[in-house]
Antibody
Framework: EVQLVESGGGLVQPGGSLRLSCAASGFTFSDHYMDWVRQAPGKGLEWVGRTRNKANGYTTEYAPSVKDRFTISRDDSKDSLYLQMNSLKTEDTAVYYC?????????????WGRGTLVTVSS | DVQMTQSPPSLSASIGDRVTITCRASQSISTHLHWYQHKPGKAPKLLIYAASSLQSGVPSRFSGSGSGTDFTLTISSLQPEDFATYYCQHSYNTPRTFGQGTKVEIK
């Protein structure tokens, strides 16, 4: 089955760190750009960042709100995507989704996971 | 950054109604505009990509149009499973940004 499954969410204190994982199955993970998107409680979707594939140097890009605090990485041998979150703030509380990038006339997210909840609170 | 403005924020409609949601970009984004459906506790689902292309497996009652700054998602005949929140999203550059969402509720 083609799917993405996030894990690693939980409760963390402000200033703390957390690492999220996204396990891919059913497709050739290494071919794809992969993104993280989040949704704060009662809010809309917010793009967090992306990692390109090996052919494009595994380069990354981030939203200004998380740049220099969050790091996206991947392990193609394990079909896994990661989000290392440092210096967490209460406003980082959200459900975090991983999403597969696809390109046909434009770039879009054609496969999403169900998300993992991160709560930043003292 | 490109800002995306969706309207309306919410709407109430009946089964069989024609529903239209609009999305406006703060600058021209050509057709780098996509539409997603999101239900609570579920994975978001791609409906329309590149402004007007229907994603495989999505019912034909969904359609998209527009280019430049103004875009529209239309549901031609609303079905019970269509009650959800809909988001537009651009991919013209980074950061990718989403509209604020349109919640479609039962009238």
């Amino acid at each position: 089955e083609v799917q993405l499954v996030e894990s690693g969410g939980g409760l963390v204190q402000p200033g703390g760190s957390l690492r999220l994982s996204c396990a891919a199955s059913g497709f050739t993970f290494s071919d794809h750009y992969m993104d993280w998107v989040r949704q704060a409680p009662g809010k809309g979707l917010e793009w967090v960042g992306r990692t390109r594939n090996k052919a494009n140097g595994y380069t990354t890009e981030y939203a200004p709100s998380v740049k220099d605090r969050f790091t996206i990485s991947r392990d193609d041998s394990k079909d896994s995507l990661y989000l290392q979150m440092n210096s967490l703030k209460t406003e980082d509380t959200a459900v975090y989704y991983c999403a597969r990038g696809q390109q046909s006339h434009s770039w879009y997210f054609d496969l999403w996971g169900r998300g993992t909840l991160v709560t930043v609170s003292s | 950054d490109v800002q995306m403005t969706q309207s309306p924020p919410s709407l109430s409609a009946s089964i069989g109604d024609r529903v239209t949601i609009t999305c406006r970009a703060s600058q021209s984004i050509s057709t780098h505009l996509h539409w997603y459906q999101h239900k609570p506790g579920k994975a978001p689902k791609l409906l329309i990509y590149a402004a007007s292309s229907l994603q495989s497996g999505v019912p034909s009652r969904f359609s998209g149009s527009g280019s430049g700054t103004d875009f529209t998602l239309t549901i031609s005949s609303l079905q019970p499973e269509d009650f959800a929140t809909y988001y537009c999203q651009h991919s013209y550059n980074t950061p990718r940004t989403f509209g604020q969402g349109t919640k479609v509720e039962i009238k």
